[in-house]
């Protein structure tokens, strides 16, 4: 094979372990891919015990229209199809299901990227990501993953798991729902870019233009990382809506930026008391500690209806709008609106956008990353999901 050369492989079910060990050239990668209108199945539930698909410390290859399904792996975490220490990989239309526990790893690789495929069925990680580089994910789908109902507490199973090391990642209109138990996208431990869950990140992040809502948890959760931007989300109908706090003594929530959001109806009621609240963001009423943790929430639009929505300065002390503004400096651009939505079993549309052309300018640490499509407008570009 040269640079430049493309492999068709007709329908079939191949069970056998398919490892990428060729490499292209810059701007003429190897492909690999299904033949137009063929099905091509690499299987490990006979057989095949551990990897299907593999590509390790190759570059400039592209995988294409690929079913990857069922693995028993002896050695507990390992995927089922893992791309590592690789660059410039392509792995586009693909699906990647059943596996015993992860779906993808992508891991120690630079500039890389992964779109248009679907990571669901998985025993606990759809897709896990380590010590990578500039990669990209998008328009891809993470669906019912953690089959296996590994315990949360263990703190692994998710959509995507992502830990450690990854530095300028970007993950973008992607649909993370259904996930049993677990998180739906986690950011963990020394990365360089986003996420929704994101922890103990010290080089900070962009969380930009998600719609999030119908969660049994925290909508967007910062948890002992510094620098990040929460900007231009809808978060709506979770128990709790952006939450923003300290770790530990070496892992404060420091300089993160809640800008431009949208927030419905976060909250969890019972027989005899509601708890949740719109944002808890740690904060002080007295001023130099303020200004020493660097944190701000402004100009974001809290829904109204029917319920006088909190803001909480520790875990459990709740304050009406009026009262943050006025103790804490916060949200002083911010509003209560009224305002109309629709969540139907799994569906949500924003039925209204009066009002909500209230956003602030965003700085250029942000829109060198992302831009919303409005600037003008609070909470997020896509207003429905599915789409019409």
Same mark, same amino acid.
């Given at each position: 094979?040269?640079?430049?050369?493309?492999?068709?492989?007709?329908?079939?079910?191949?069970?056998?372990?398919?490892?990428?060990?060729?490499?292209?050239?810059?701007?003429?990668?190897?492909?690999?891919?299904?033949?137009?209108?063929?099905?091509?199945?690499?299987?490990?539930?006979?057989i095949v015990r551990g990897f299907g698909l593999t590509a390790s410390k190759v570059h400039d290859v592209v995988l294409r229209?690929?079913?990857?399904?069922?693995?028993?792996?002896?050695?507990?975490?390992?995927?089922?199809?893992?791309?590592?220490?690789?660059?410039?990989?392509?792995?586009?239309?693909?699906?990647?299901?059943?596996?015993?526990?992860?779906g993808l790893s992508l891991h120690s690789s630079k500039d890389c990227l992964v779109r248009r495929c679907d990571f669901s069925?998985?025993?606990?990680?759809?897709?896990?990501?380590?010590?990578?580089?500039?990669?990209?994910?998008?328009?891809?789908?993470?669906?019912?993953?953690?089959?296996?109902?590994?315990?949360?507490?263990?703190?692994?199973?998710?959509?995507?798991?992502?830990?450690?090391?990854?530095?300028?990642?970007?993950?973008?209109?992607?649909?993370?729902?259904?996930?049993?138990?677990?998180?739906?996208?986690?950011?963990?431990?020394?990365?360089?870019?986003?996420?929704?869950?994101?922890?103990?990140?010290?080089?900070?992040?962009?969380?930009?233009?998600?719609?999030?809502?119908?969660?049994?948890?925290?909508?967007?959760?910062?948890?002992?990382?510094?620098?990040?931007?929460?900007?231009?989300?809808?978060?709506?109908?979770?128990?709790?809506?952006?939450?923003?706090?300290?770790?530990?003594?070496?892992?404060?929530?420091?300089?993160?930026?809640?800008?431009?959001?949208?927030? @419905?109806? /976060?909250?969890?009621?019972?027989?005899?008391? !509601? +708890?949740?609240?719109? *944002? %808890?963001? $740690?904060?002080?009423?007295?001023?130099?500690?303020?200004?020493?943790?660097?944190?701000?929430?402004?100009?974001?639009?809290?829904?109204?209806?029917?319920?006088?929505?909190?803001?909480?300065?520790?875990?459990?002390?709740?304050?009406?709008?009026?009262?943050?503004?006025?103790?804490?400096?916060?949200?002083?651009?911010?509003? @209560?609106? /009224?305002?109309?939505?629709?969540?139907?079993? !799994? +569906?949500?549309?924003? *039925? %209204?956008? $009066?009002?909500?052309?209230?956003?602030?300018?965003?700085p250029e640490a942000v829109t060198q990353v992302w831009k919303p499509r409005n600037p003008k407008r609070v909470g997020a570009?896509?207003?429905?999901?599915?789409?019409?």
């Amino acid at each position: 094979m040269k640079p430049g050369d493309t492999v068709l492989i007709k329908t079939g079910v191949y069970r056998e372990h398919a490892e990428i060990t060729v490499s292209g050239a810059p701007g003429k990668p190897l492909t690999f891919a299904a033949a137009p209108g063929h099905r091509v199945v690499i299987k490990g539930s006979e057989i095949v015990r551990g990897f299907g698909l593999t590509a390790s410390k190759v570059h400039d290859v592209v995988l294409r229209g690929l079913e990857v399904r069922h693995n028993r792996q002896p050695g507990g975490q390992w995927p089922l199809a893992a791309i590592s220490g690789c660059e410039w990989v392509t792995l586009e239309d693909c699906e990647v299901h059943f596996a015993d526990f992860c779906g993808l790893s992508l891991h120690s690789s630079k500039d890389c990227l992964v779109r248009r495929c679907d990571f669901s069925h998985n025993g606990a990680i759809g897709l896990a990501m380590g010590a990578t580089e500039d990669c990209v994910v998008e328009d891809c789908t993470l669906m019912f993953n953690n089959y296996r109902r590994i315990d949360g507490d263990w703190g692994v199973a998710a959509g995507t798991k992502n830990i450690p090391g990854n530095k300028r990642t970007t993950m973008r209109r992607c649909e993370a729902a259904y996930n049993l138990d677990c998180r739906g996208i986690w950011f963990d431990t020394d990365n360089g870019d986003c996420g929704i869950f994101f922890e103990i990140n010290k080089g900070g992040g962009v969380i930009a233009g998600n719609l999030i809502y119908a969660n049994t948890g925290r909508g967007i959760y910062v948890s002992g990382s510094q620098n990040t931007w929460v900007v231009n989300n809808a978060v709506a109908d979770n128990a709790a809506g952006i939450v923003v706090m300290t770790r530990g003594a070496d892992e404060p929530a420091k300089n993160t930026k809640v800008l431009n959001n949208l927030l @419905l109806k /976060n909250y969890i009621t019972a027989d005899t008391t !509601t +708890r949740g609240c719109g *944002l %808890t963001l $740690e904060m002080s009423p007295d001023p130099t500690w303020r200004a020493d943790m660097g944190s701000v929430a402004d100009y974001n639009v809290y829904a109204n209806n029917p319920w006088t929505p909190f803001m909480r300065h520790t875990w459990n002390d709740n304050n009406p709008l009026a009262q943050w503004q006025a103790r804490y400096q916060q949200d002083l651009h911010s509003r @209560l609106l /009224n305002v109309a939505y629709e969540r139907v079993g !799994t +569906r949500f549309s924003l *039925l %209204t956008q $009066e009002g909500l052309d209230a956003a602030a300018p965003l700085p250029e640490a942000v829109t060198q990353v992302w831009k919303p499509r409005n600037p003008k407008r609070v909470g997020a570009d896509l207003t429905q999901w599915p789409k019409p």
